[in-house]
């Protein structure tokens, strides 16, 4: 048997912390927050991706069949590892949002993704999206449908929406399309010139697009985000930064990515302390559960 220390709780740390135990090491997970889950706190909330609230749950039980030594509320340091001796030490920090260094991004109007998903704060009738990736999307579907409401736990109002019938009782099973009103007018803005979300997934990103579309979402590519005020976004387009614009809205929300949480690598290979890193602390682009839980799992089983 061998000890092992796990950083942070999110989907890699719960799945390589899980598999280490069932292999009969001694695992300690360290998560600075009061709970599981990483950034599947935030997925949950957005319509459509409620089942990893059972996720959540289903480790959280392996958690305690495993005997897993969870550590909540604990932001370790890379001294109290190094001191603690273990075998190895799996980094799955995760990430922190992108700074997109806008000029006036400081304003009372501005909130990141982590604002609105995690902390809850209040968001404006007209809001701008900067960024367009799938945490970008996910904020617009968030911030379009009302709270509270997802139509895909109630499978009438999403027959509905999406213009499905019985097709006992109408040929093809299609009728017309009845999408409620959006909770907000909001505007989704790339840098990349071009479709917005090129990048989602191959099987379900039309879907993505057609239920903001279905929404009245604008989404606008190529633009230079130039300046914040308290009227909104001051956008350019293209190389030539041509025609300004002002994007009036109450709130703009920053979806600029993400960067791996790697702080304590550097001090913990120093020490001569075997590290890995999985998850967004390995990977940070377009955060992906399925990848993240296949590596920590993975890696669990070779050690």
């Known amino acids: 048997m061998k000890r092992y220390a796990v950083v942070g709780a999110g989907p890699a740390g719960l799945a ?14 360290f998560e600075a927050a009061a709970q599981i889950g990483g950034q599947f706190n935030m997925a949950r909330r957005i319509p459509g ?8 749950r289903y480790f959280a039980r392996r958690l305690e069949l495993t005997g897993v030594r969870l550590r909540l509320g604990t932001r370790v340091s890379a001294q109290d590892l190094i001191a603690q ?17 806008i000029p006036g991004q400081d304003g009372p109007n501005v909130l990141s993704y982590i604002d609105v998903l995690l902390h809850g704060k209040p968001v404006g009738a007209r809001v701008a999206i900067v960024g367009a990736g799938g945490i970008g999307f996910d904020v617009a579907e968030f911030l379009v449908t009302p709270a509270g409401h997802s139509t895909t736990l109630n499978l009438p109002e999403w027959q509905a929406e999406w213009g499905v019938a019985d097709p006992g009782a109408v040929r093809g099973g299609v009728v017309r399309a009845q999408p409620g009103a959006p909770a907000r007018q909001v505007t989704l803005l790339q840098r990349k010139a071009g479709k917005l979300g090129k990048g989602l997934g191959k099987t379900t990103g039309w879907i993505h697009r057609a239920a903001l579309q279905m ?20 956008v350019t387009y293209g190389e030539g930064r041509r025609d300004g614009q002002l994007i009036e809205c109450d709130t703009i929300v920053l979806c600029a990515g993400q960067e791996p949480q790697r702080e304590l690598l550097a001090p913990l290979q120093a020490a001569g302390v ?21 590596q920590g799992t993975r890696l669990a089983a070779t050690l």
């Not at 390589?16 to 997970?29: D, I, N, P, Q, S």
């Not at 991706?49 to 959540?56: G, I, P, V, Y």
């Not at 273990?86 to 260094?101: N, Y």
């Open 49 to 56: 991706k409620e089942e990893f609230s059972e996720t959540l």
């Open 85 to 101: 001796k273990f075998d190895a030490v799996l980094l799955a920090t995760g990430v922190a949002a992108r700074d997109p260094k």
């Open 215 to 234: 929404k009245r979402v604008e989404m606008i590519g190529g633009v230079n985000y130039e300046r914040i005020g308290p009227q909104g976004l001051f």
């Open 274 to 294: 075997a590290t890995h890193l999985i998850g967004g602390a390995d990977e940070a682009s377009e955060l992906d559960a399925k990848r993240a839980i296949d």
């Open 16 to 29: 390589a912390a899980t598999t280490l135990a069932e292999r009969g090491h001694e695992v300690f997970l």
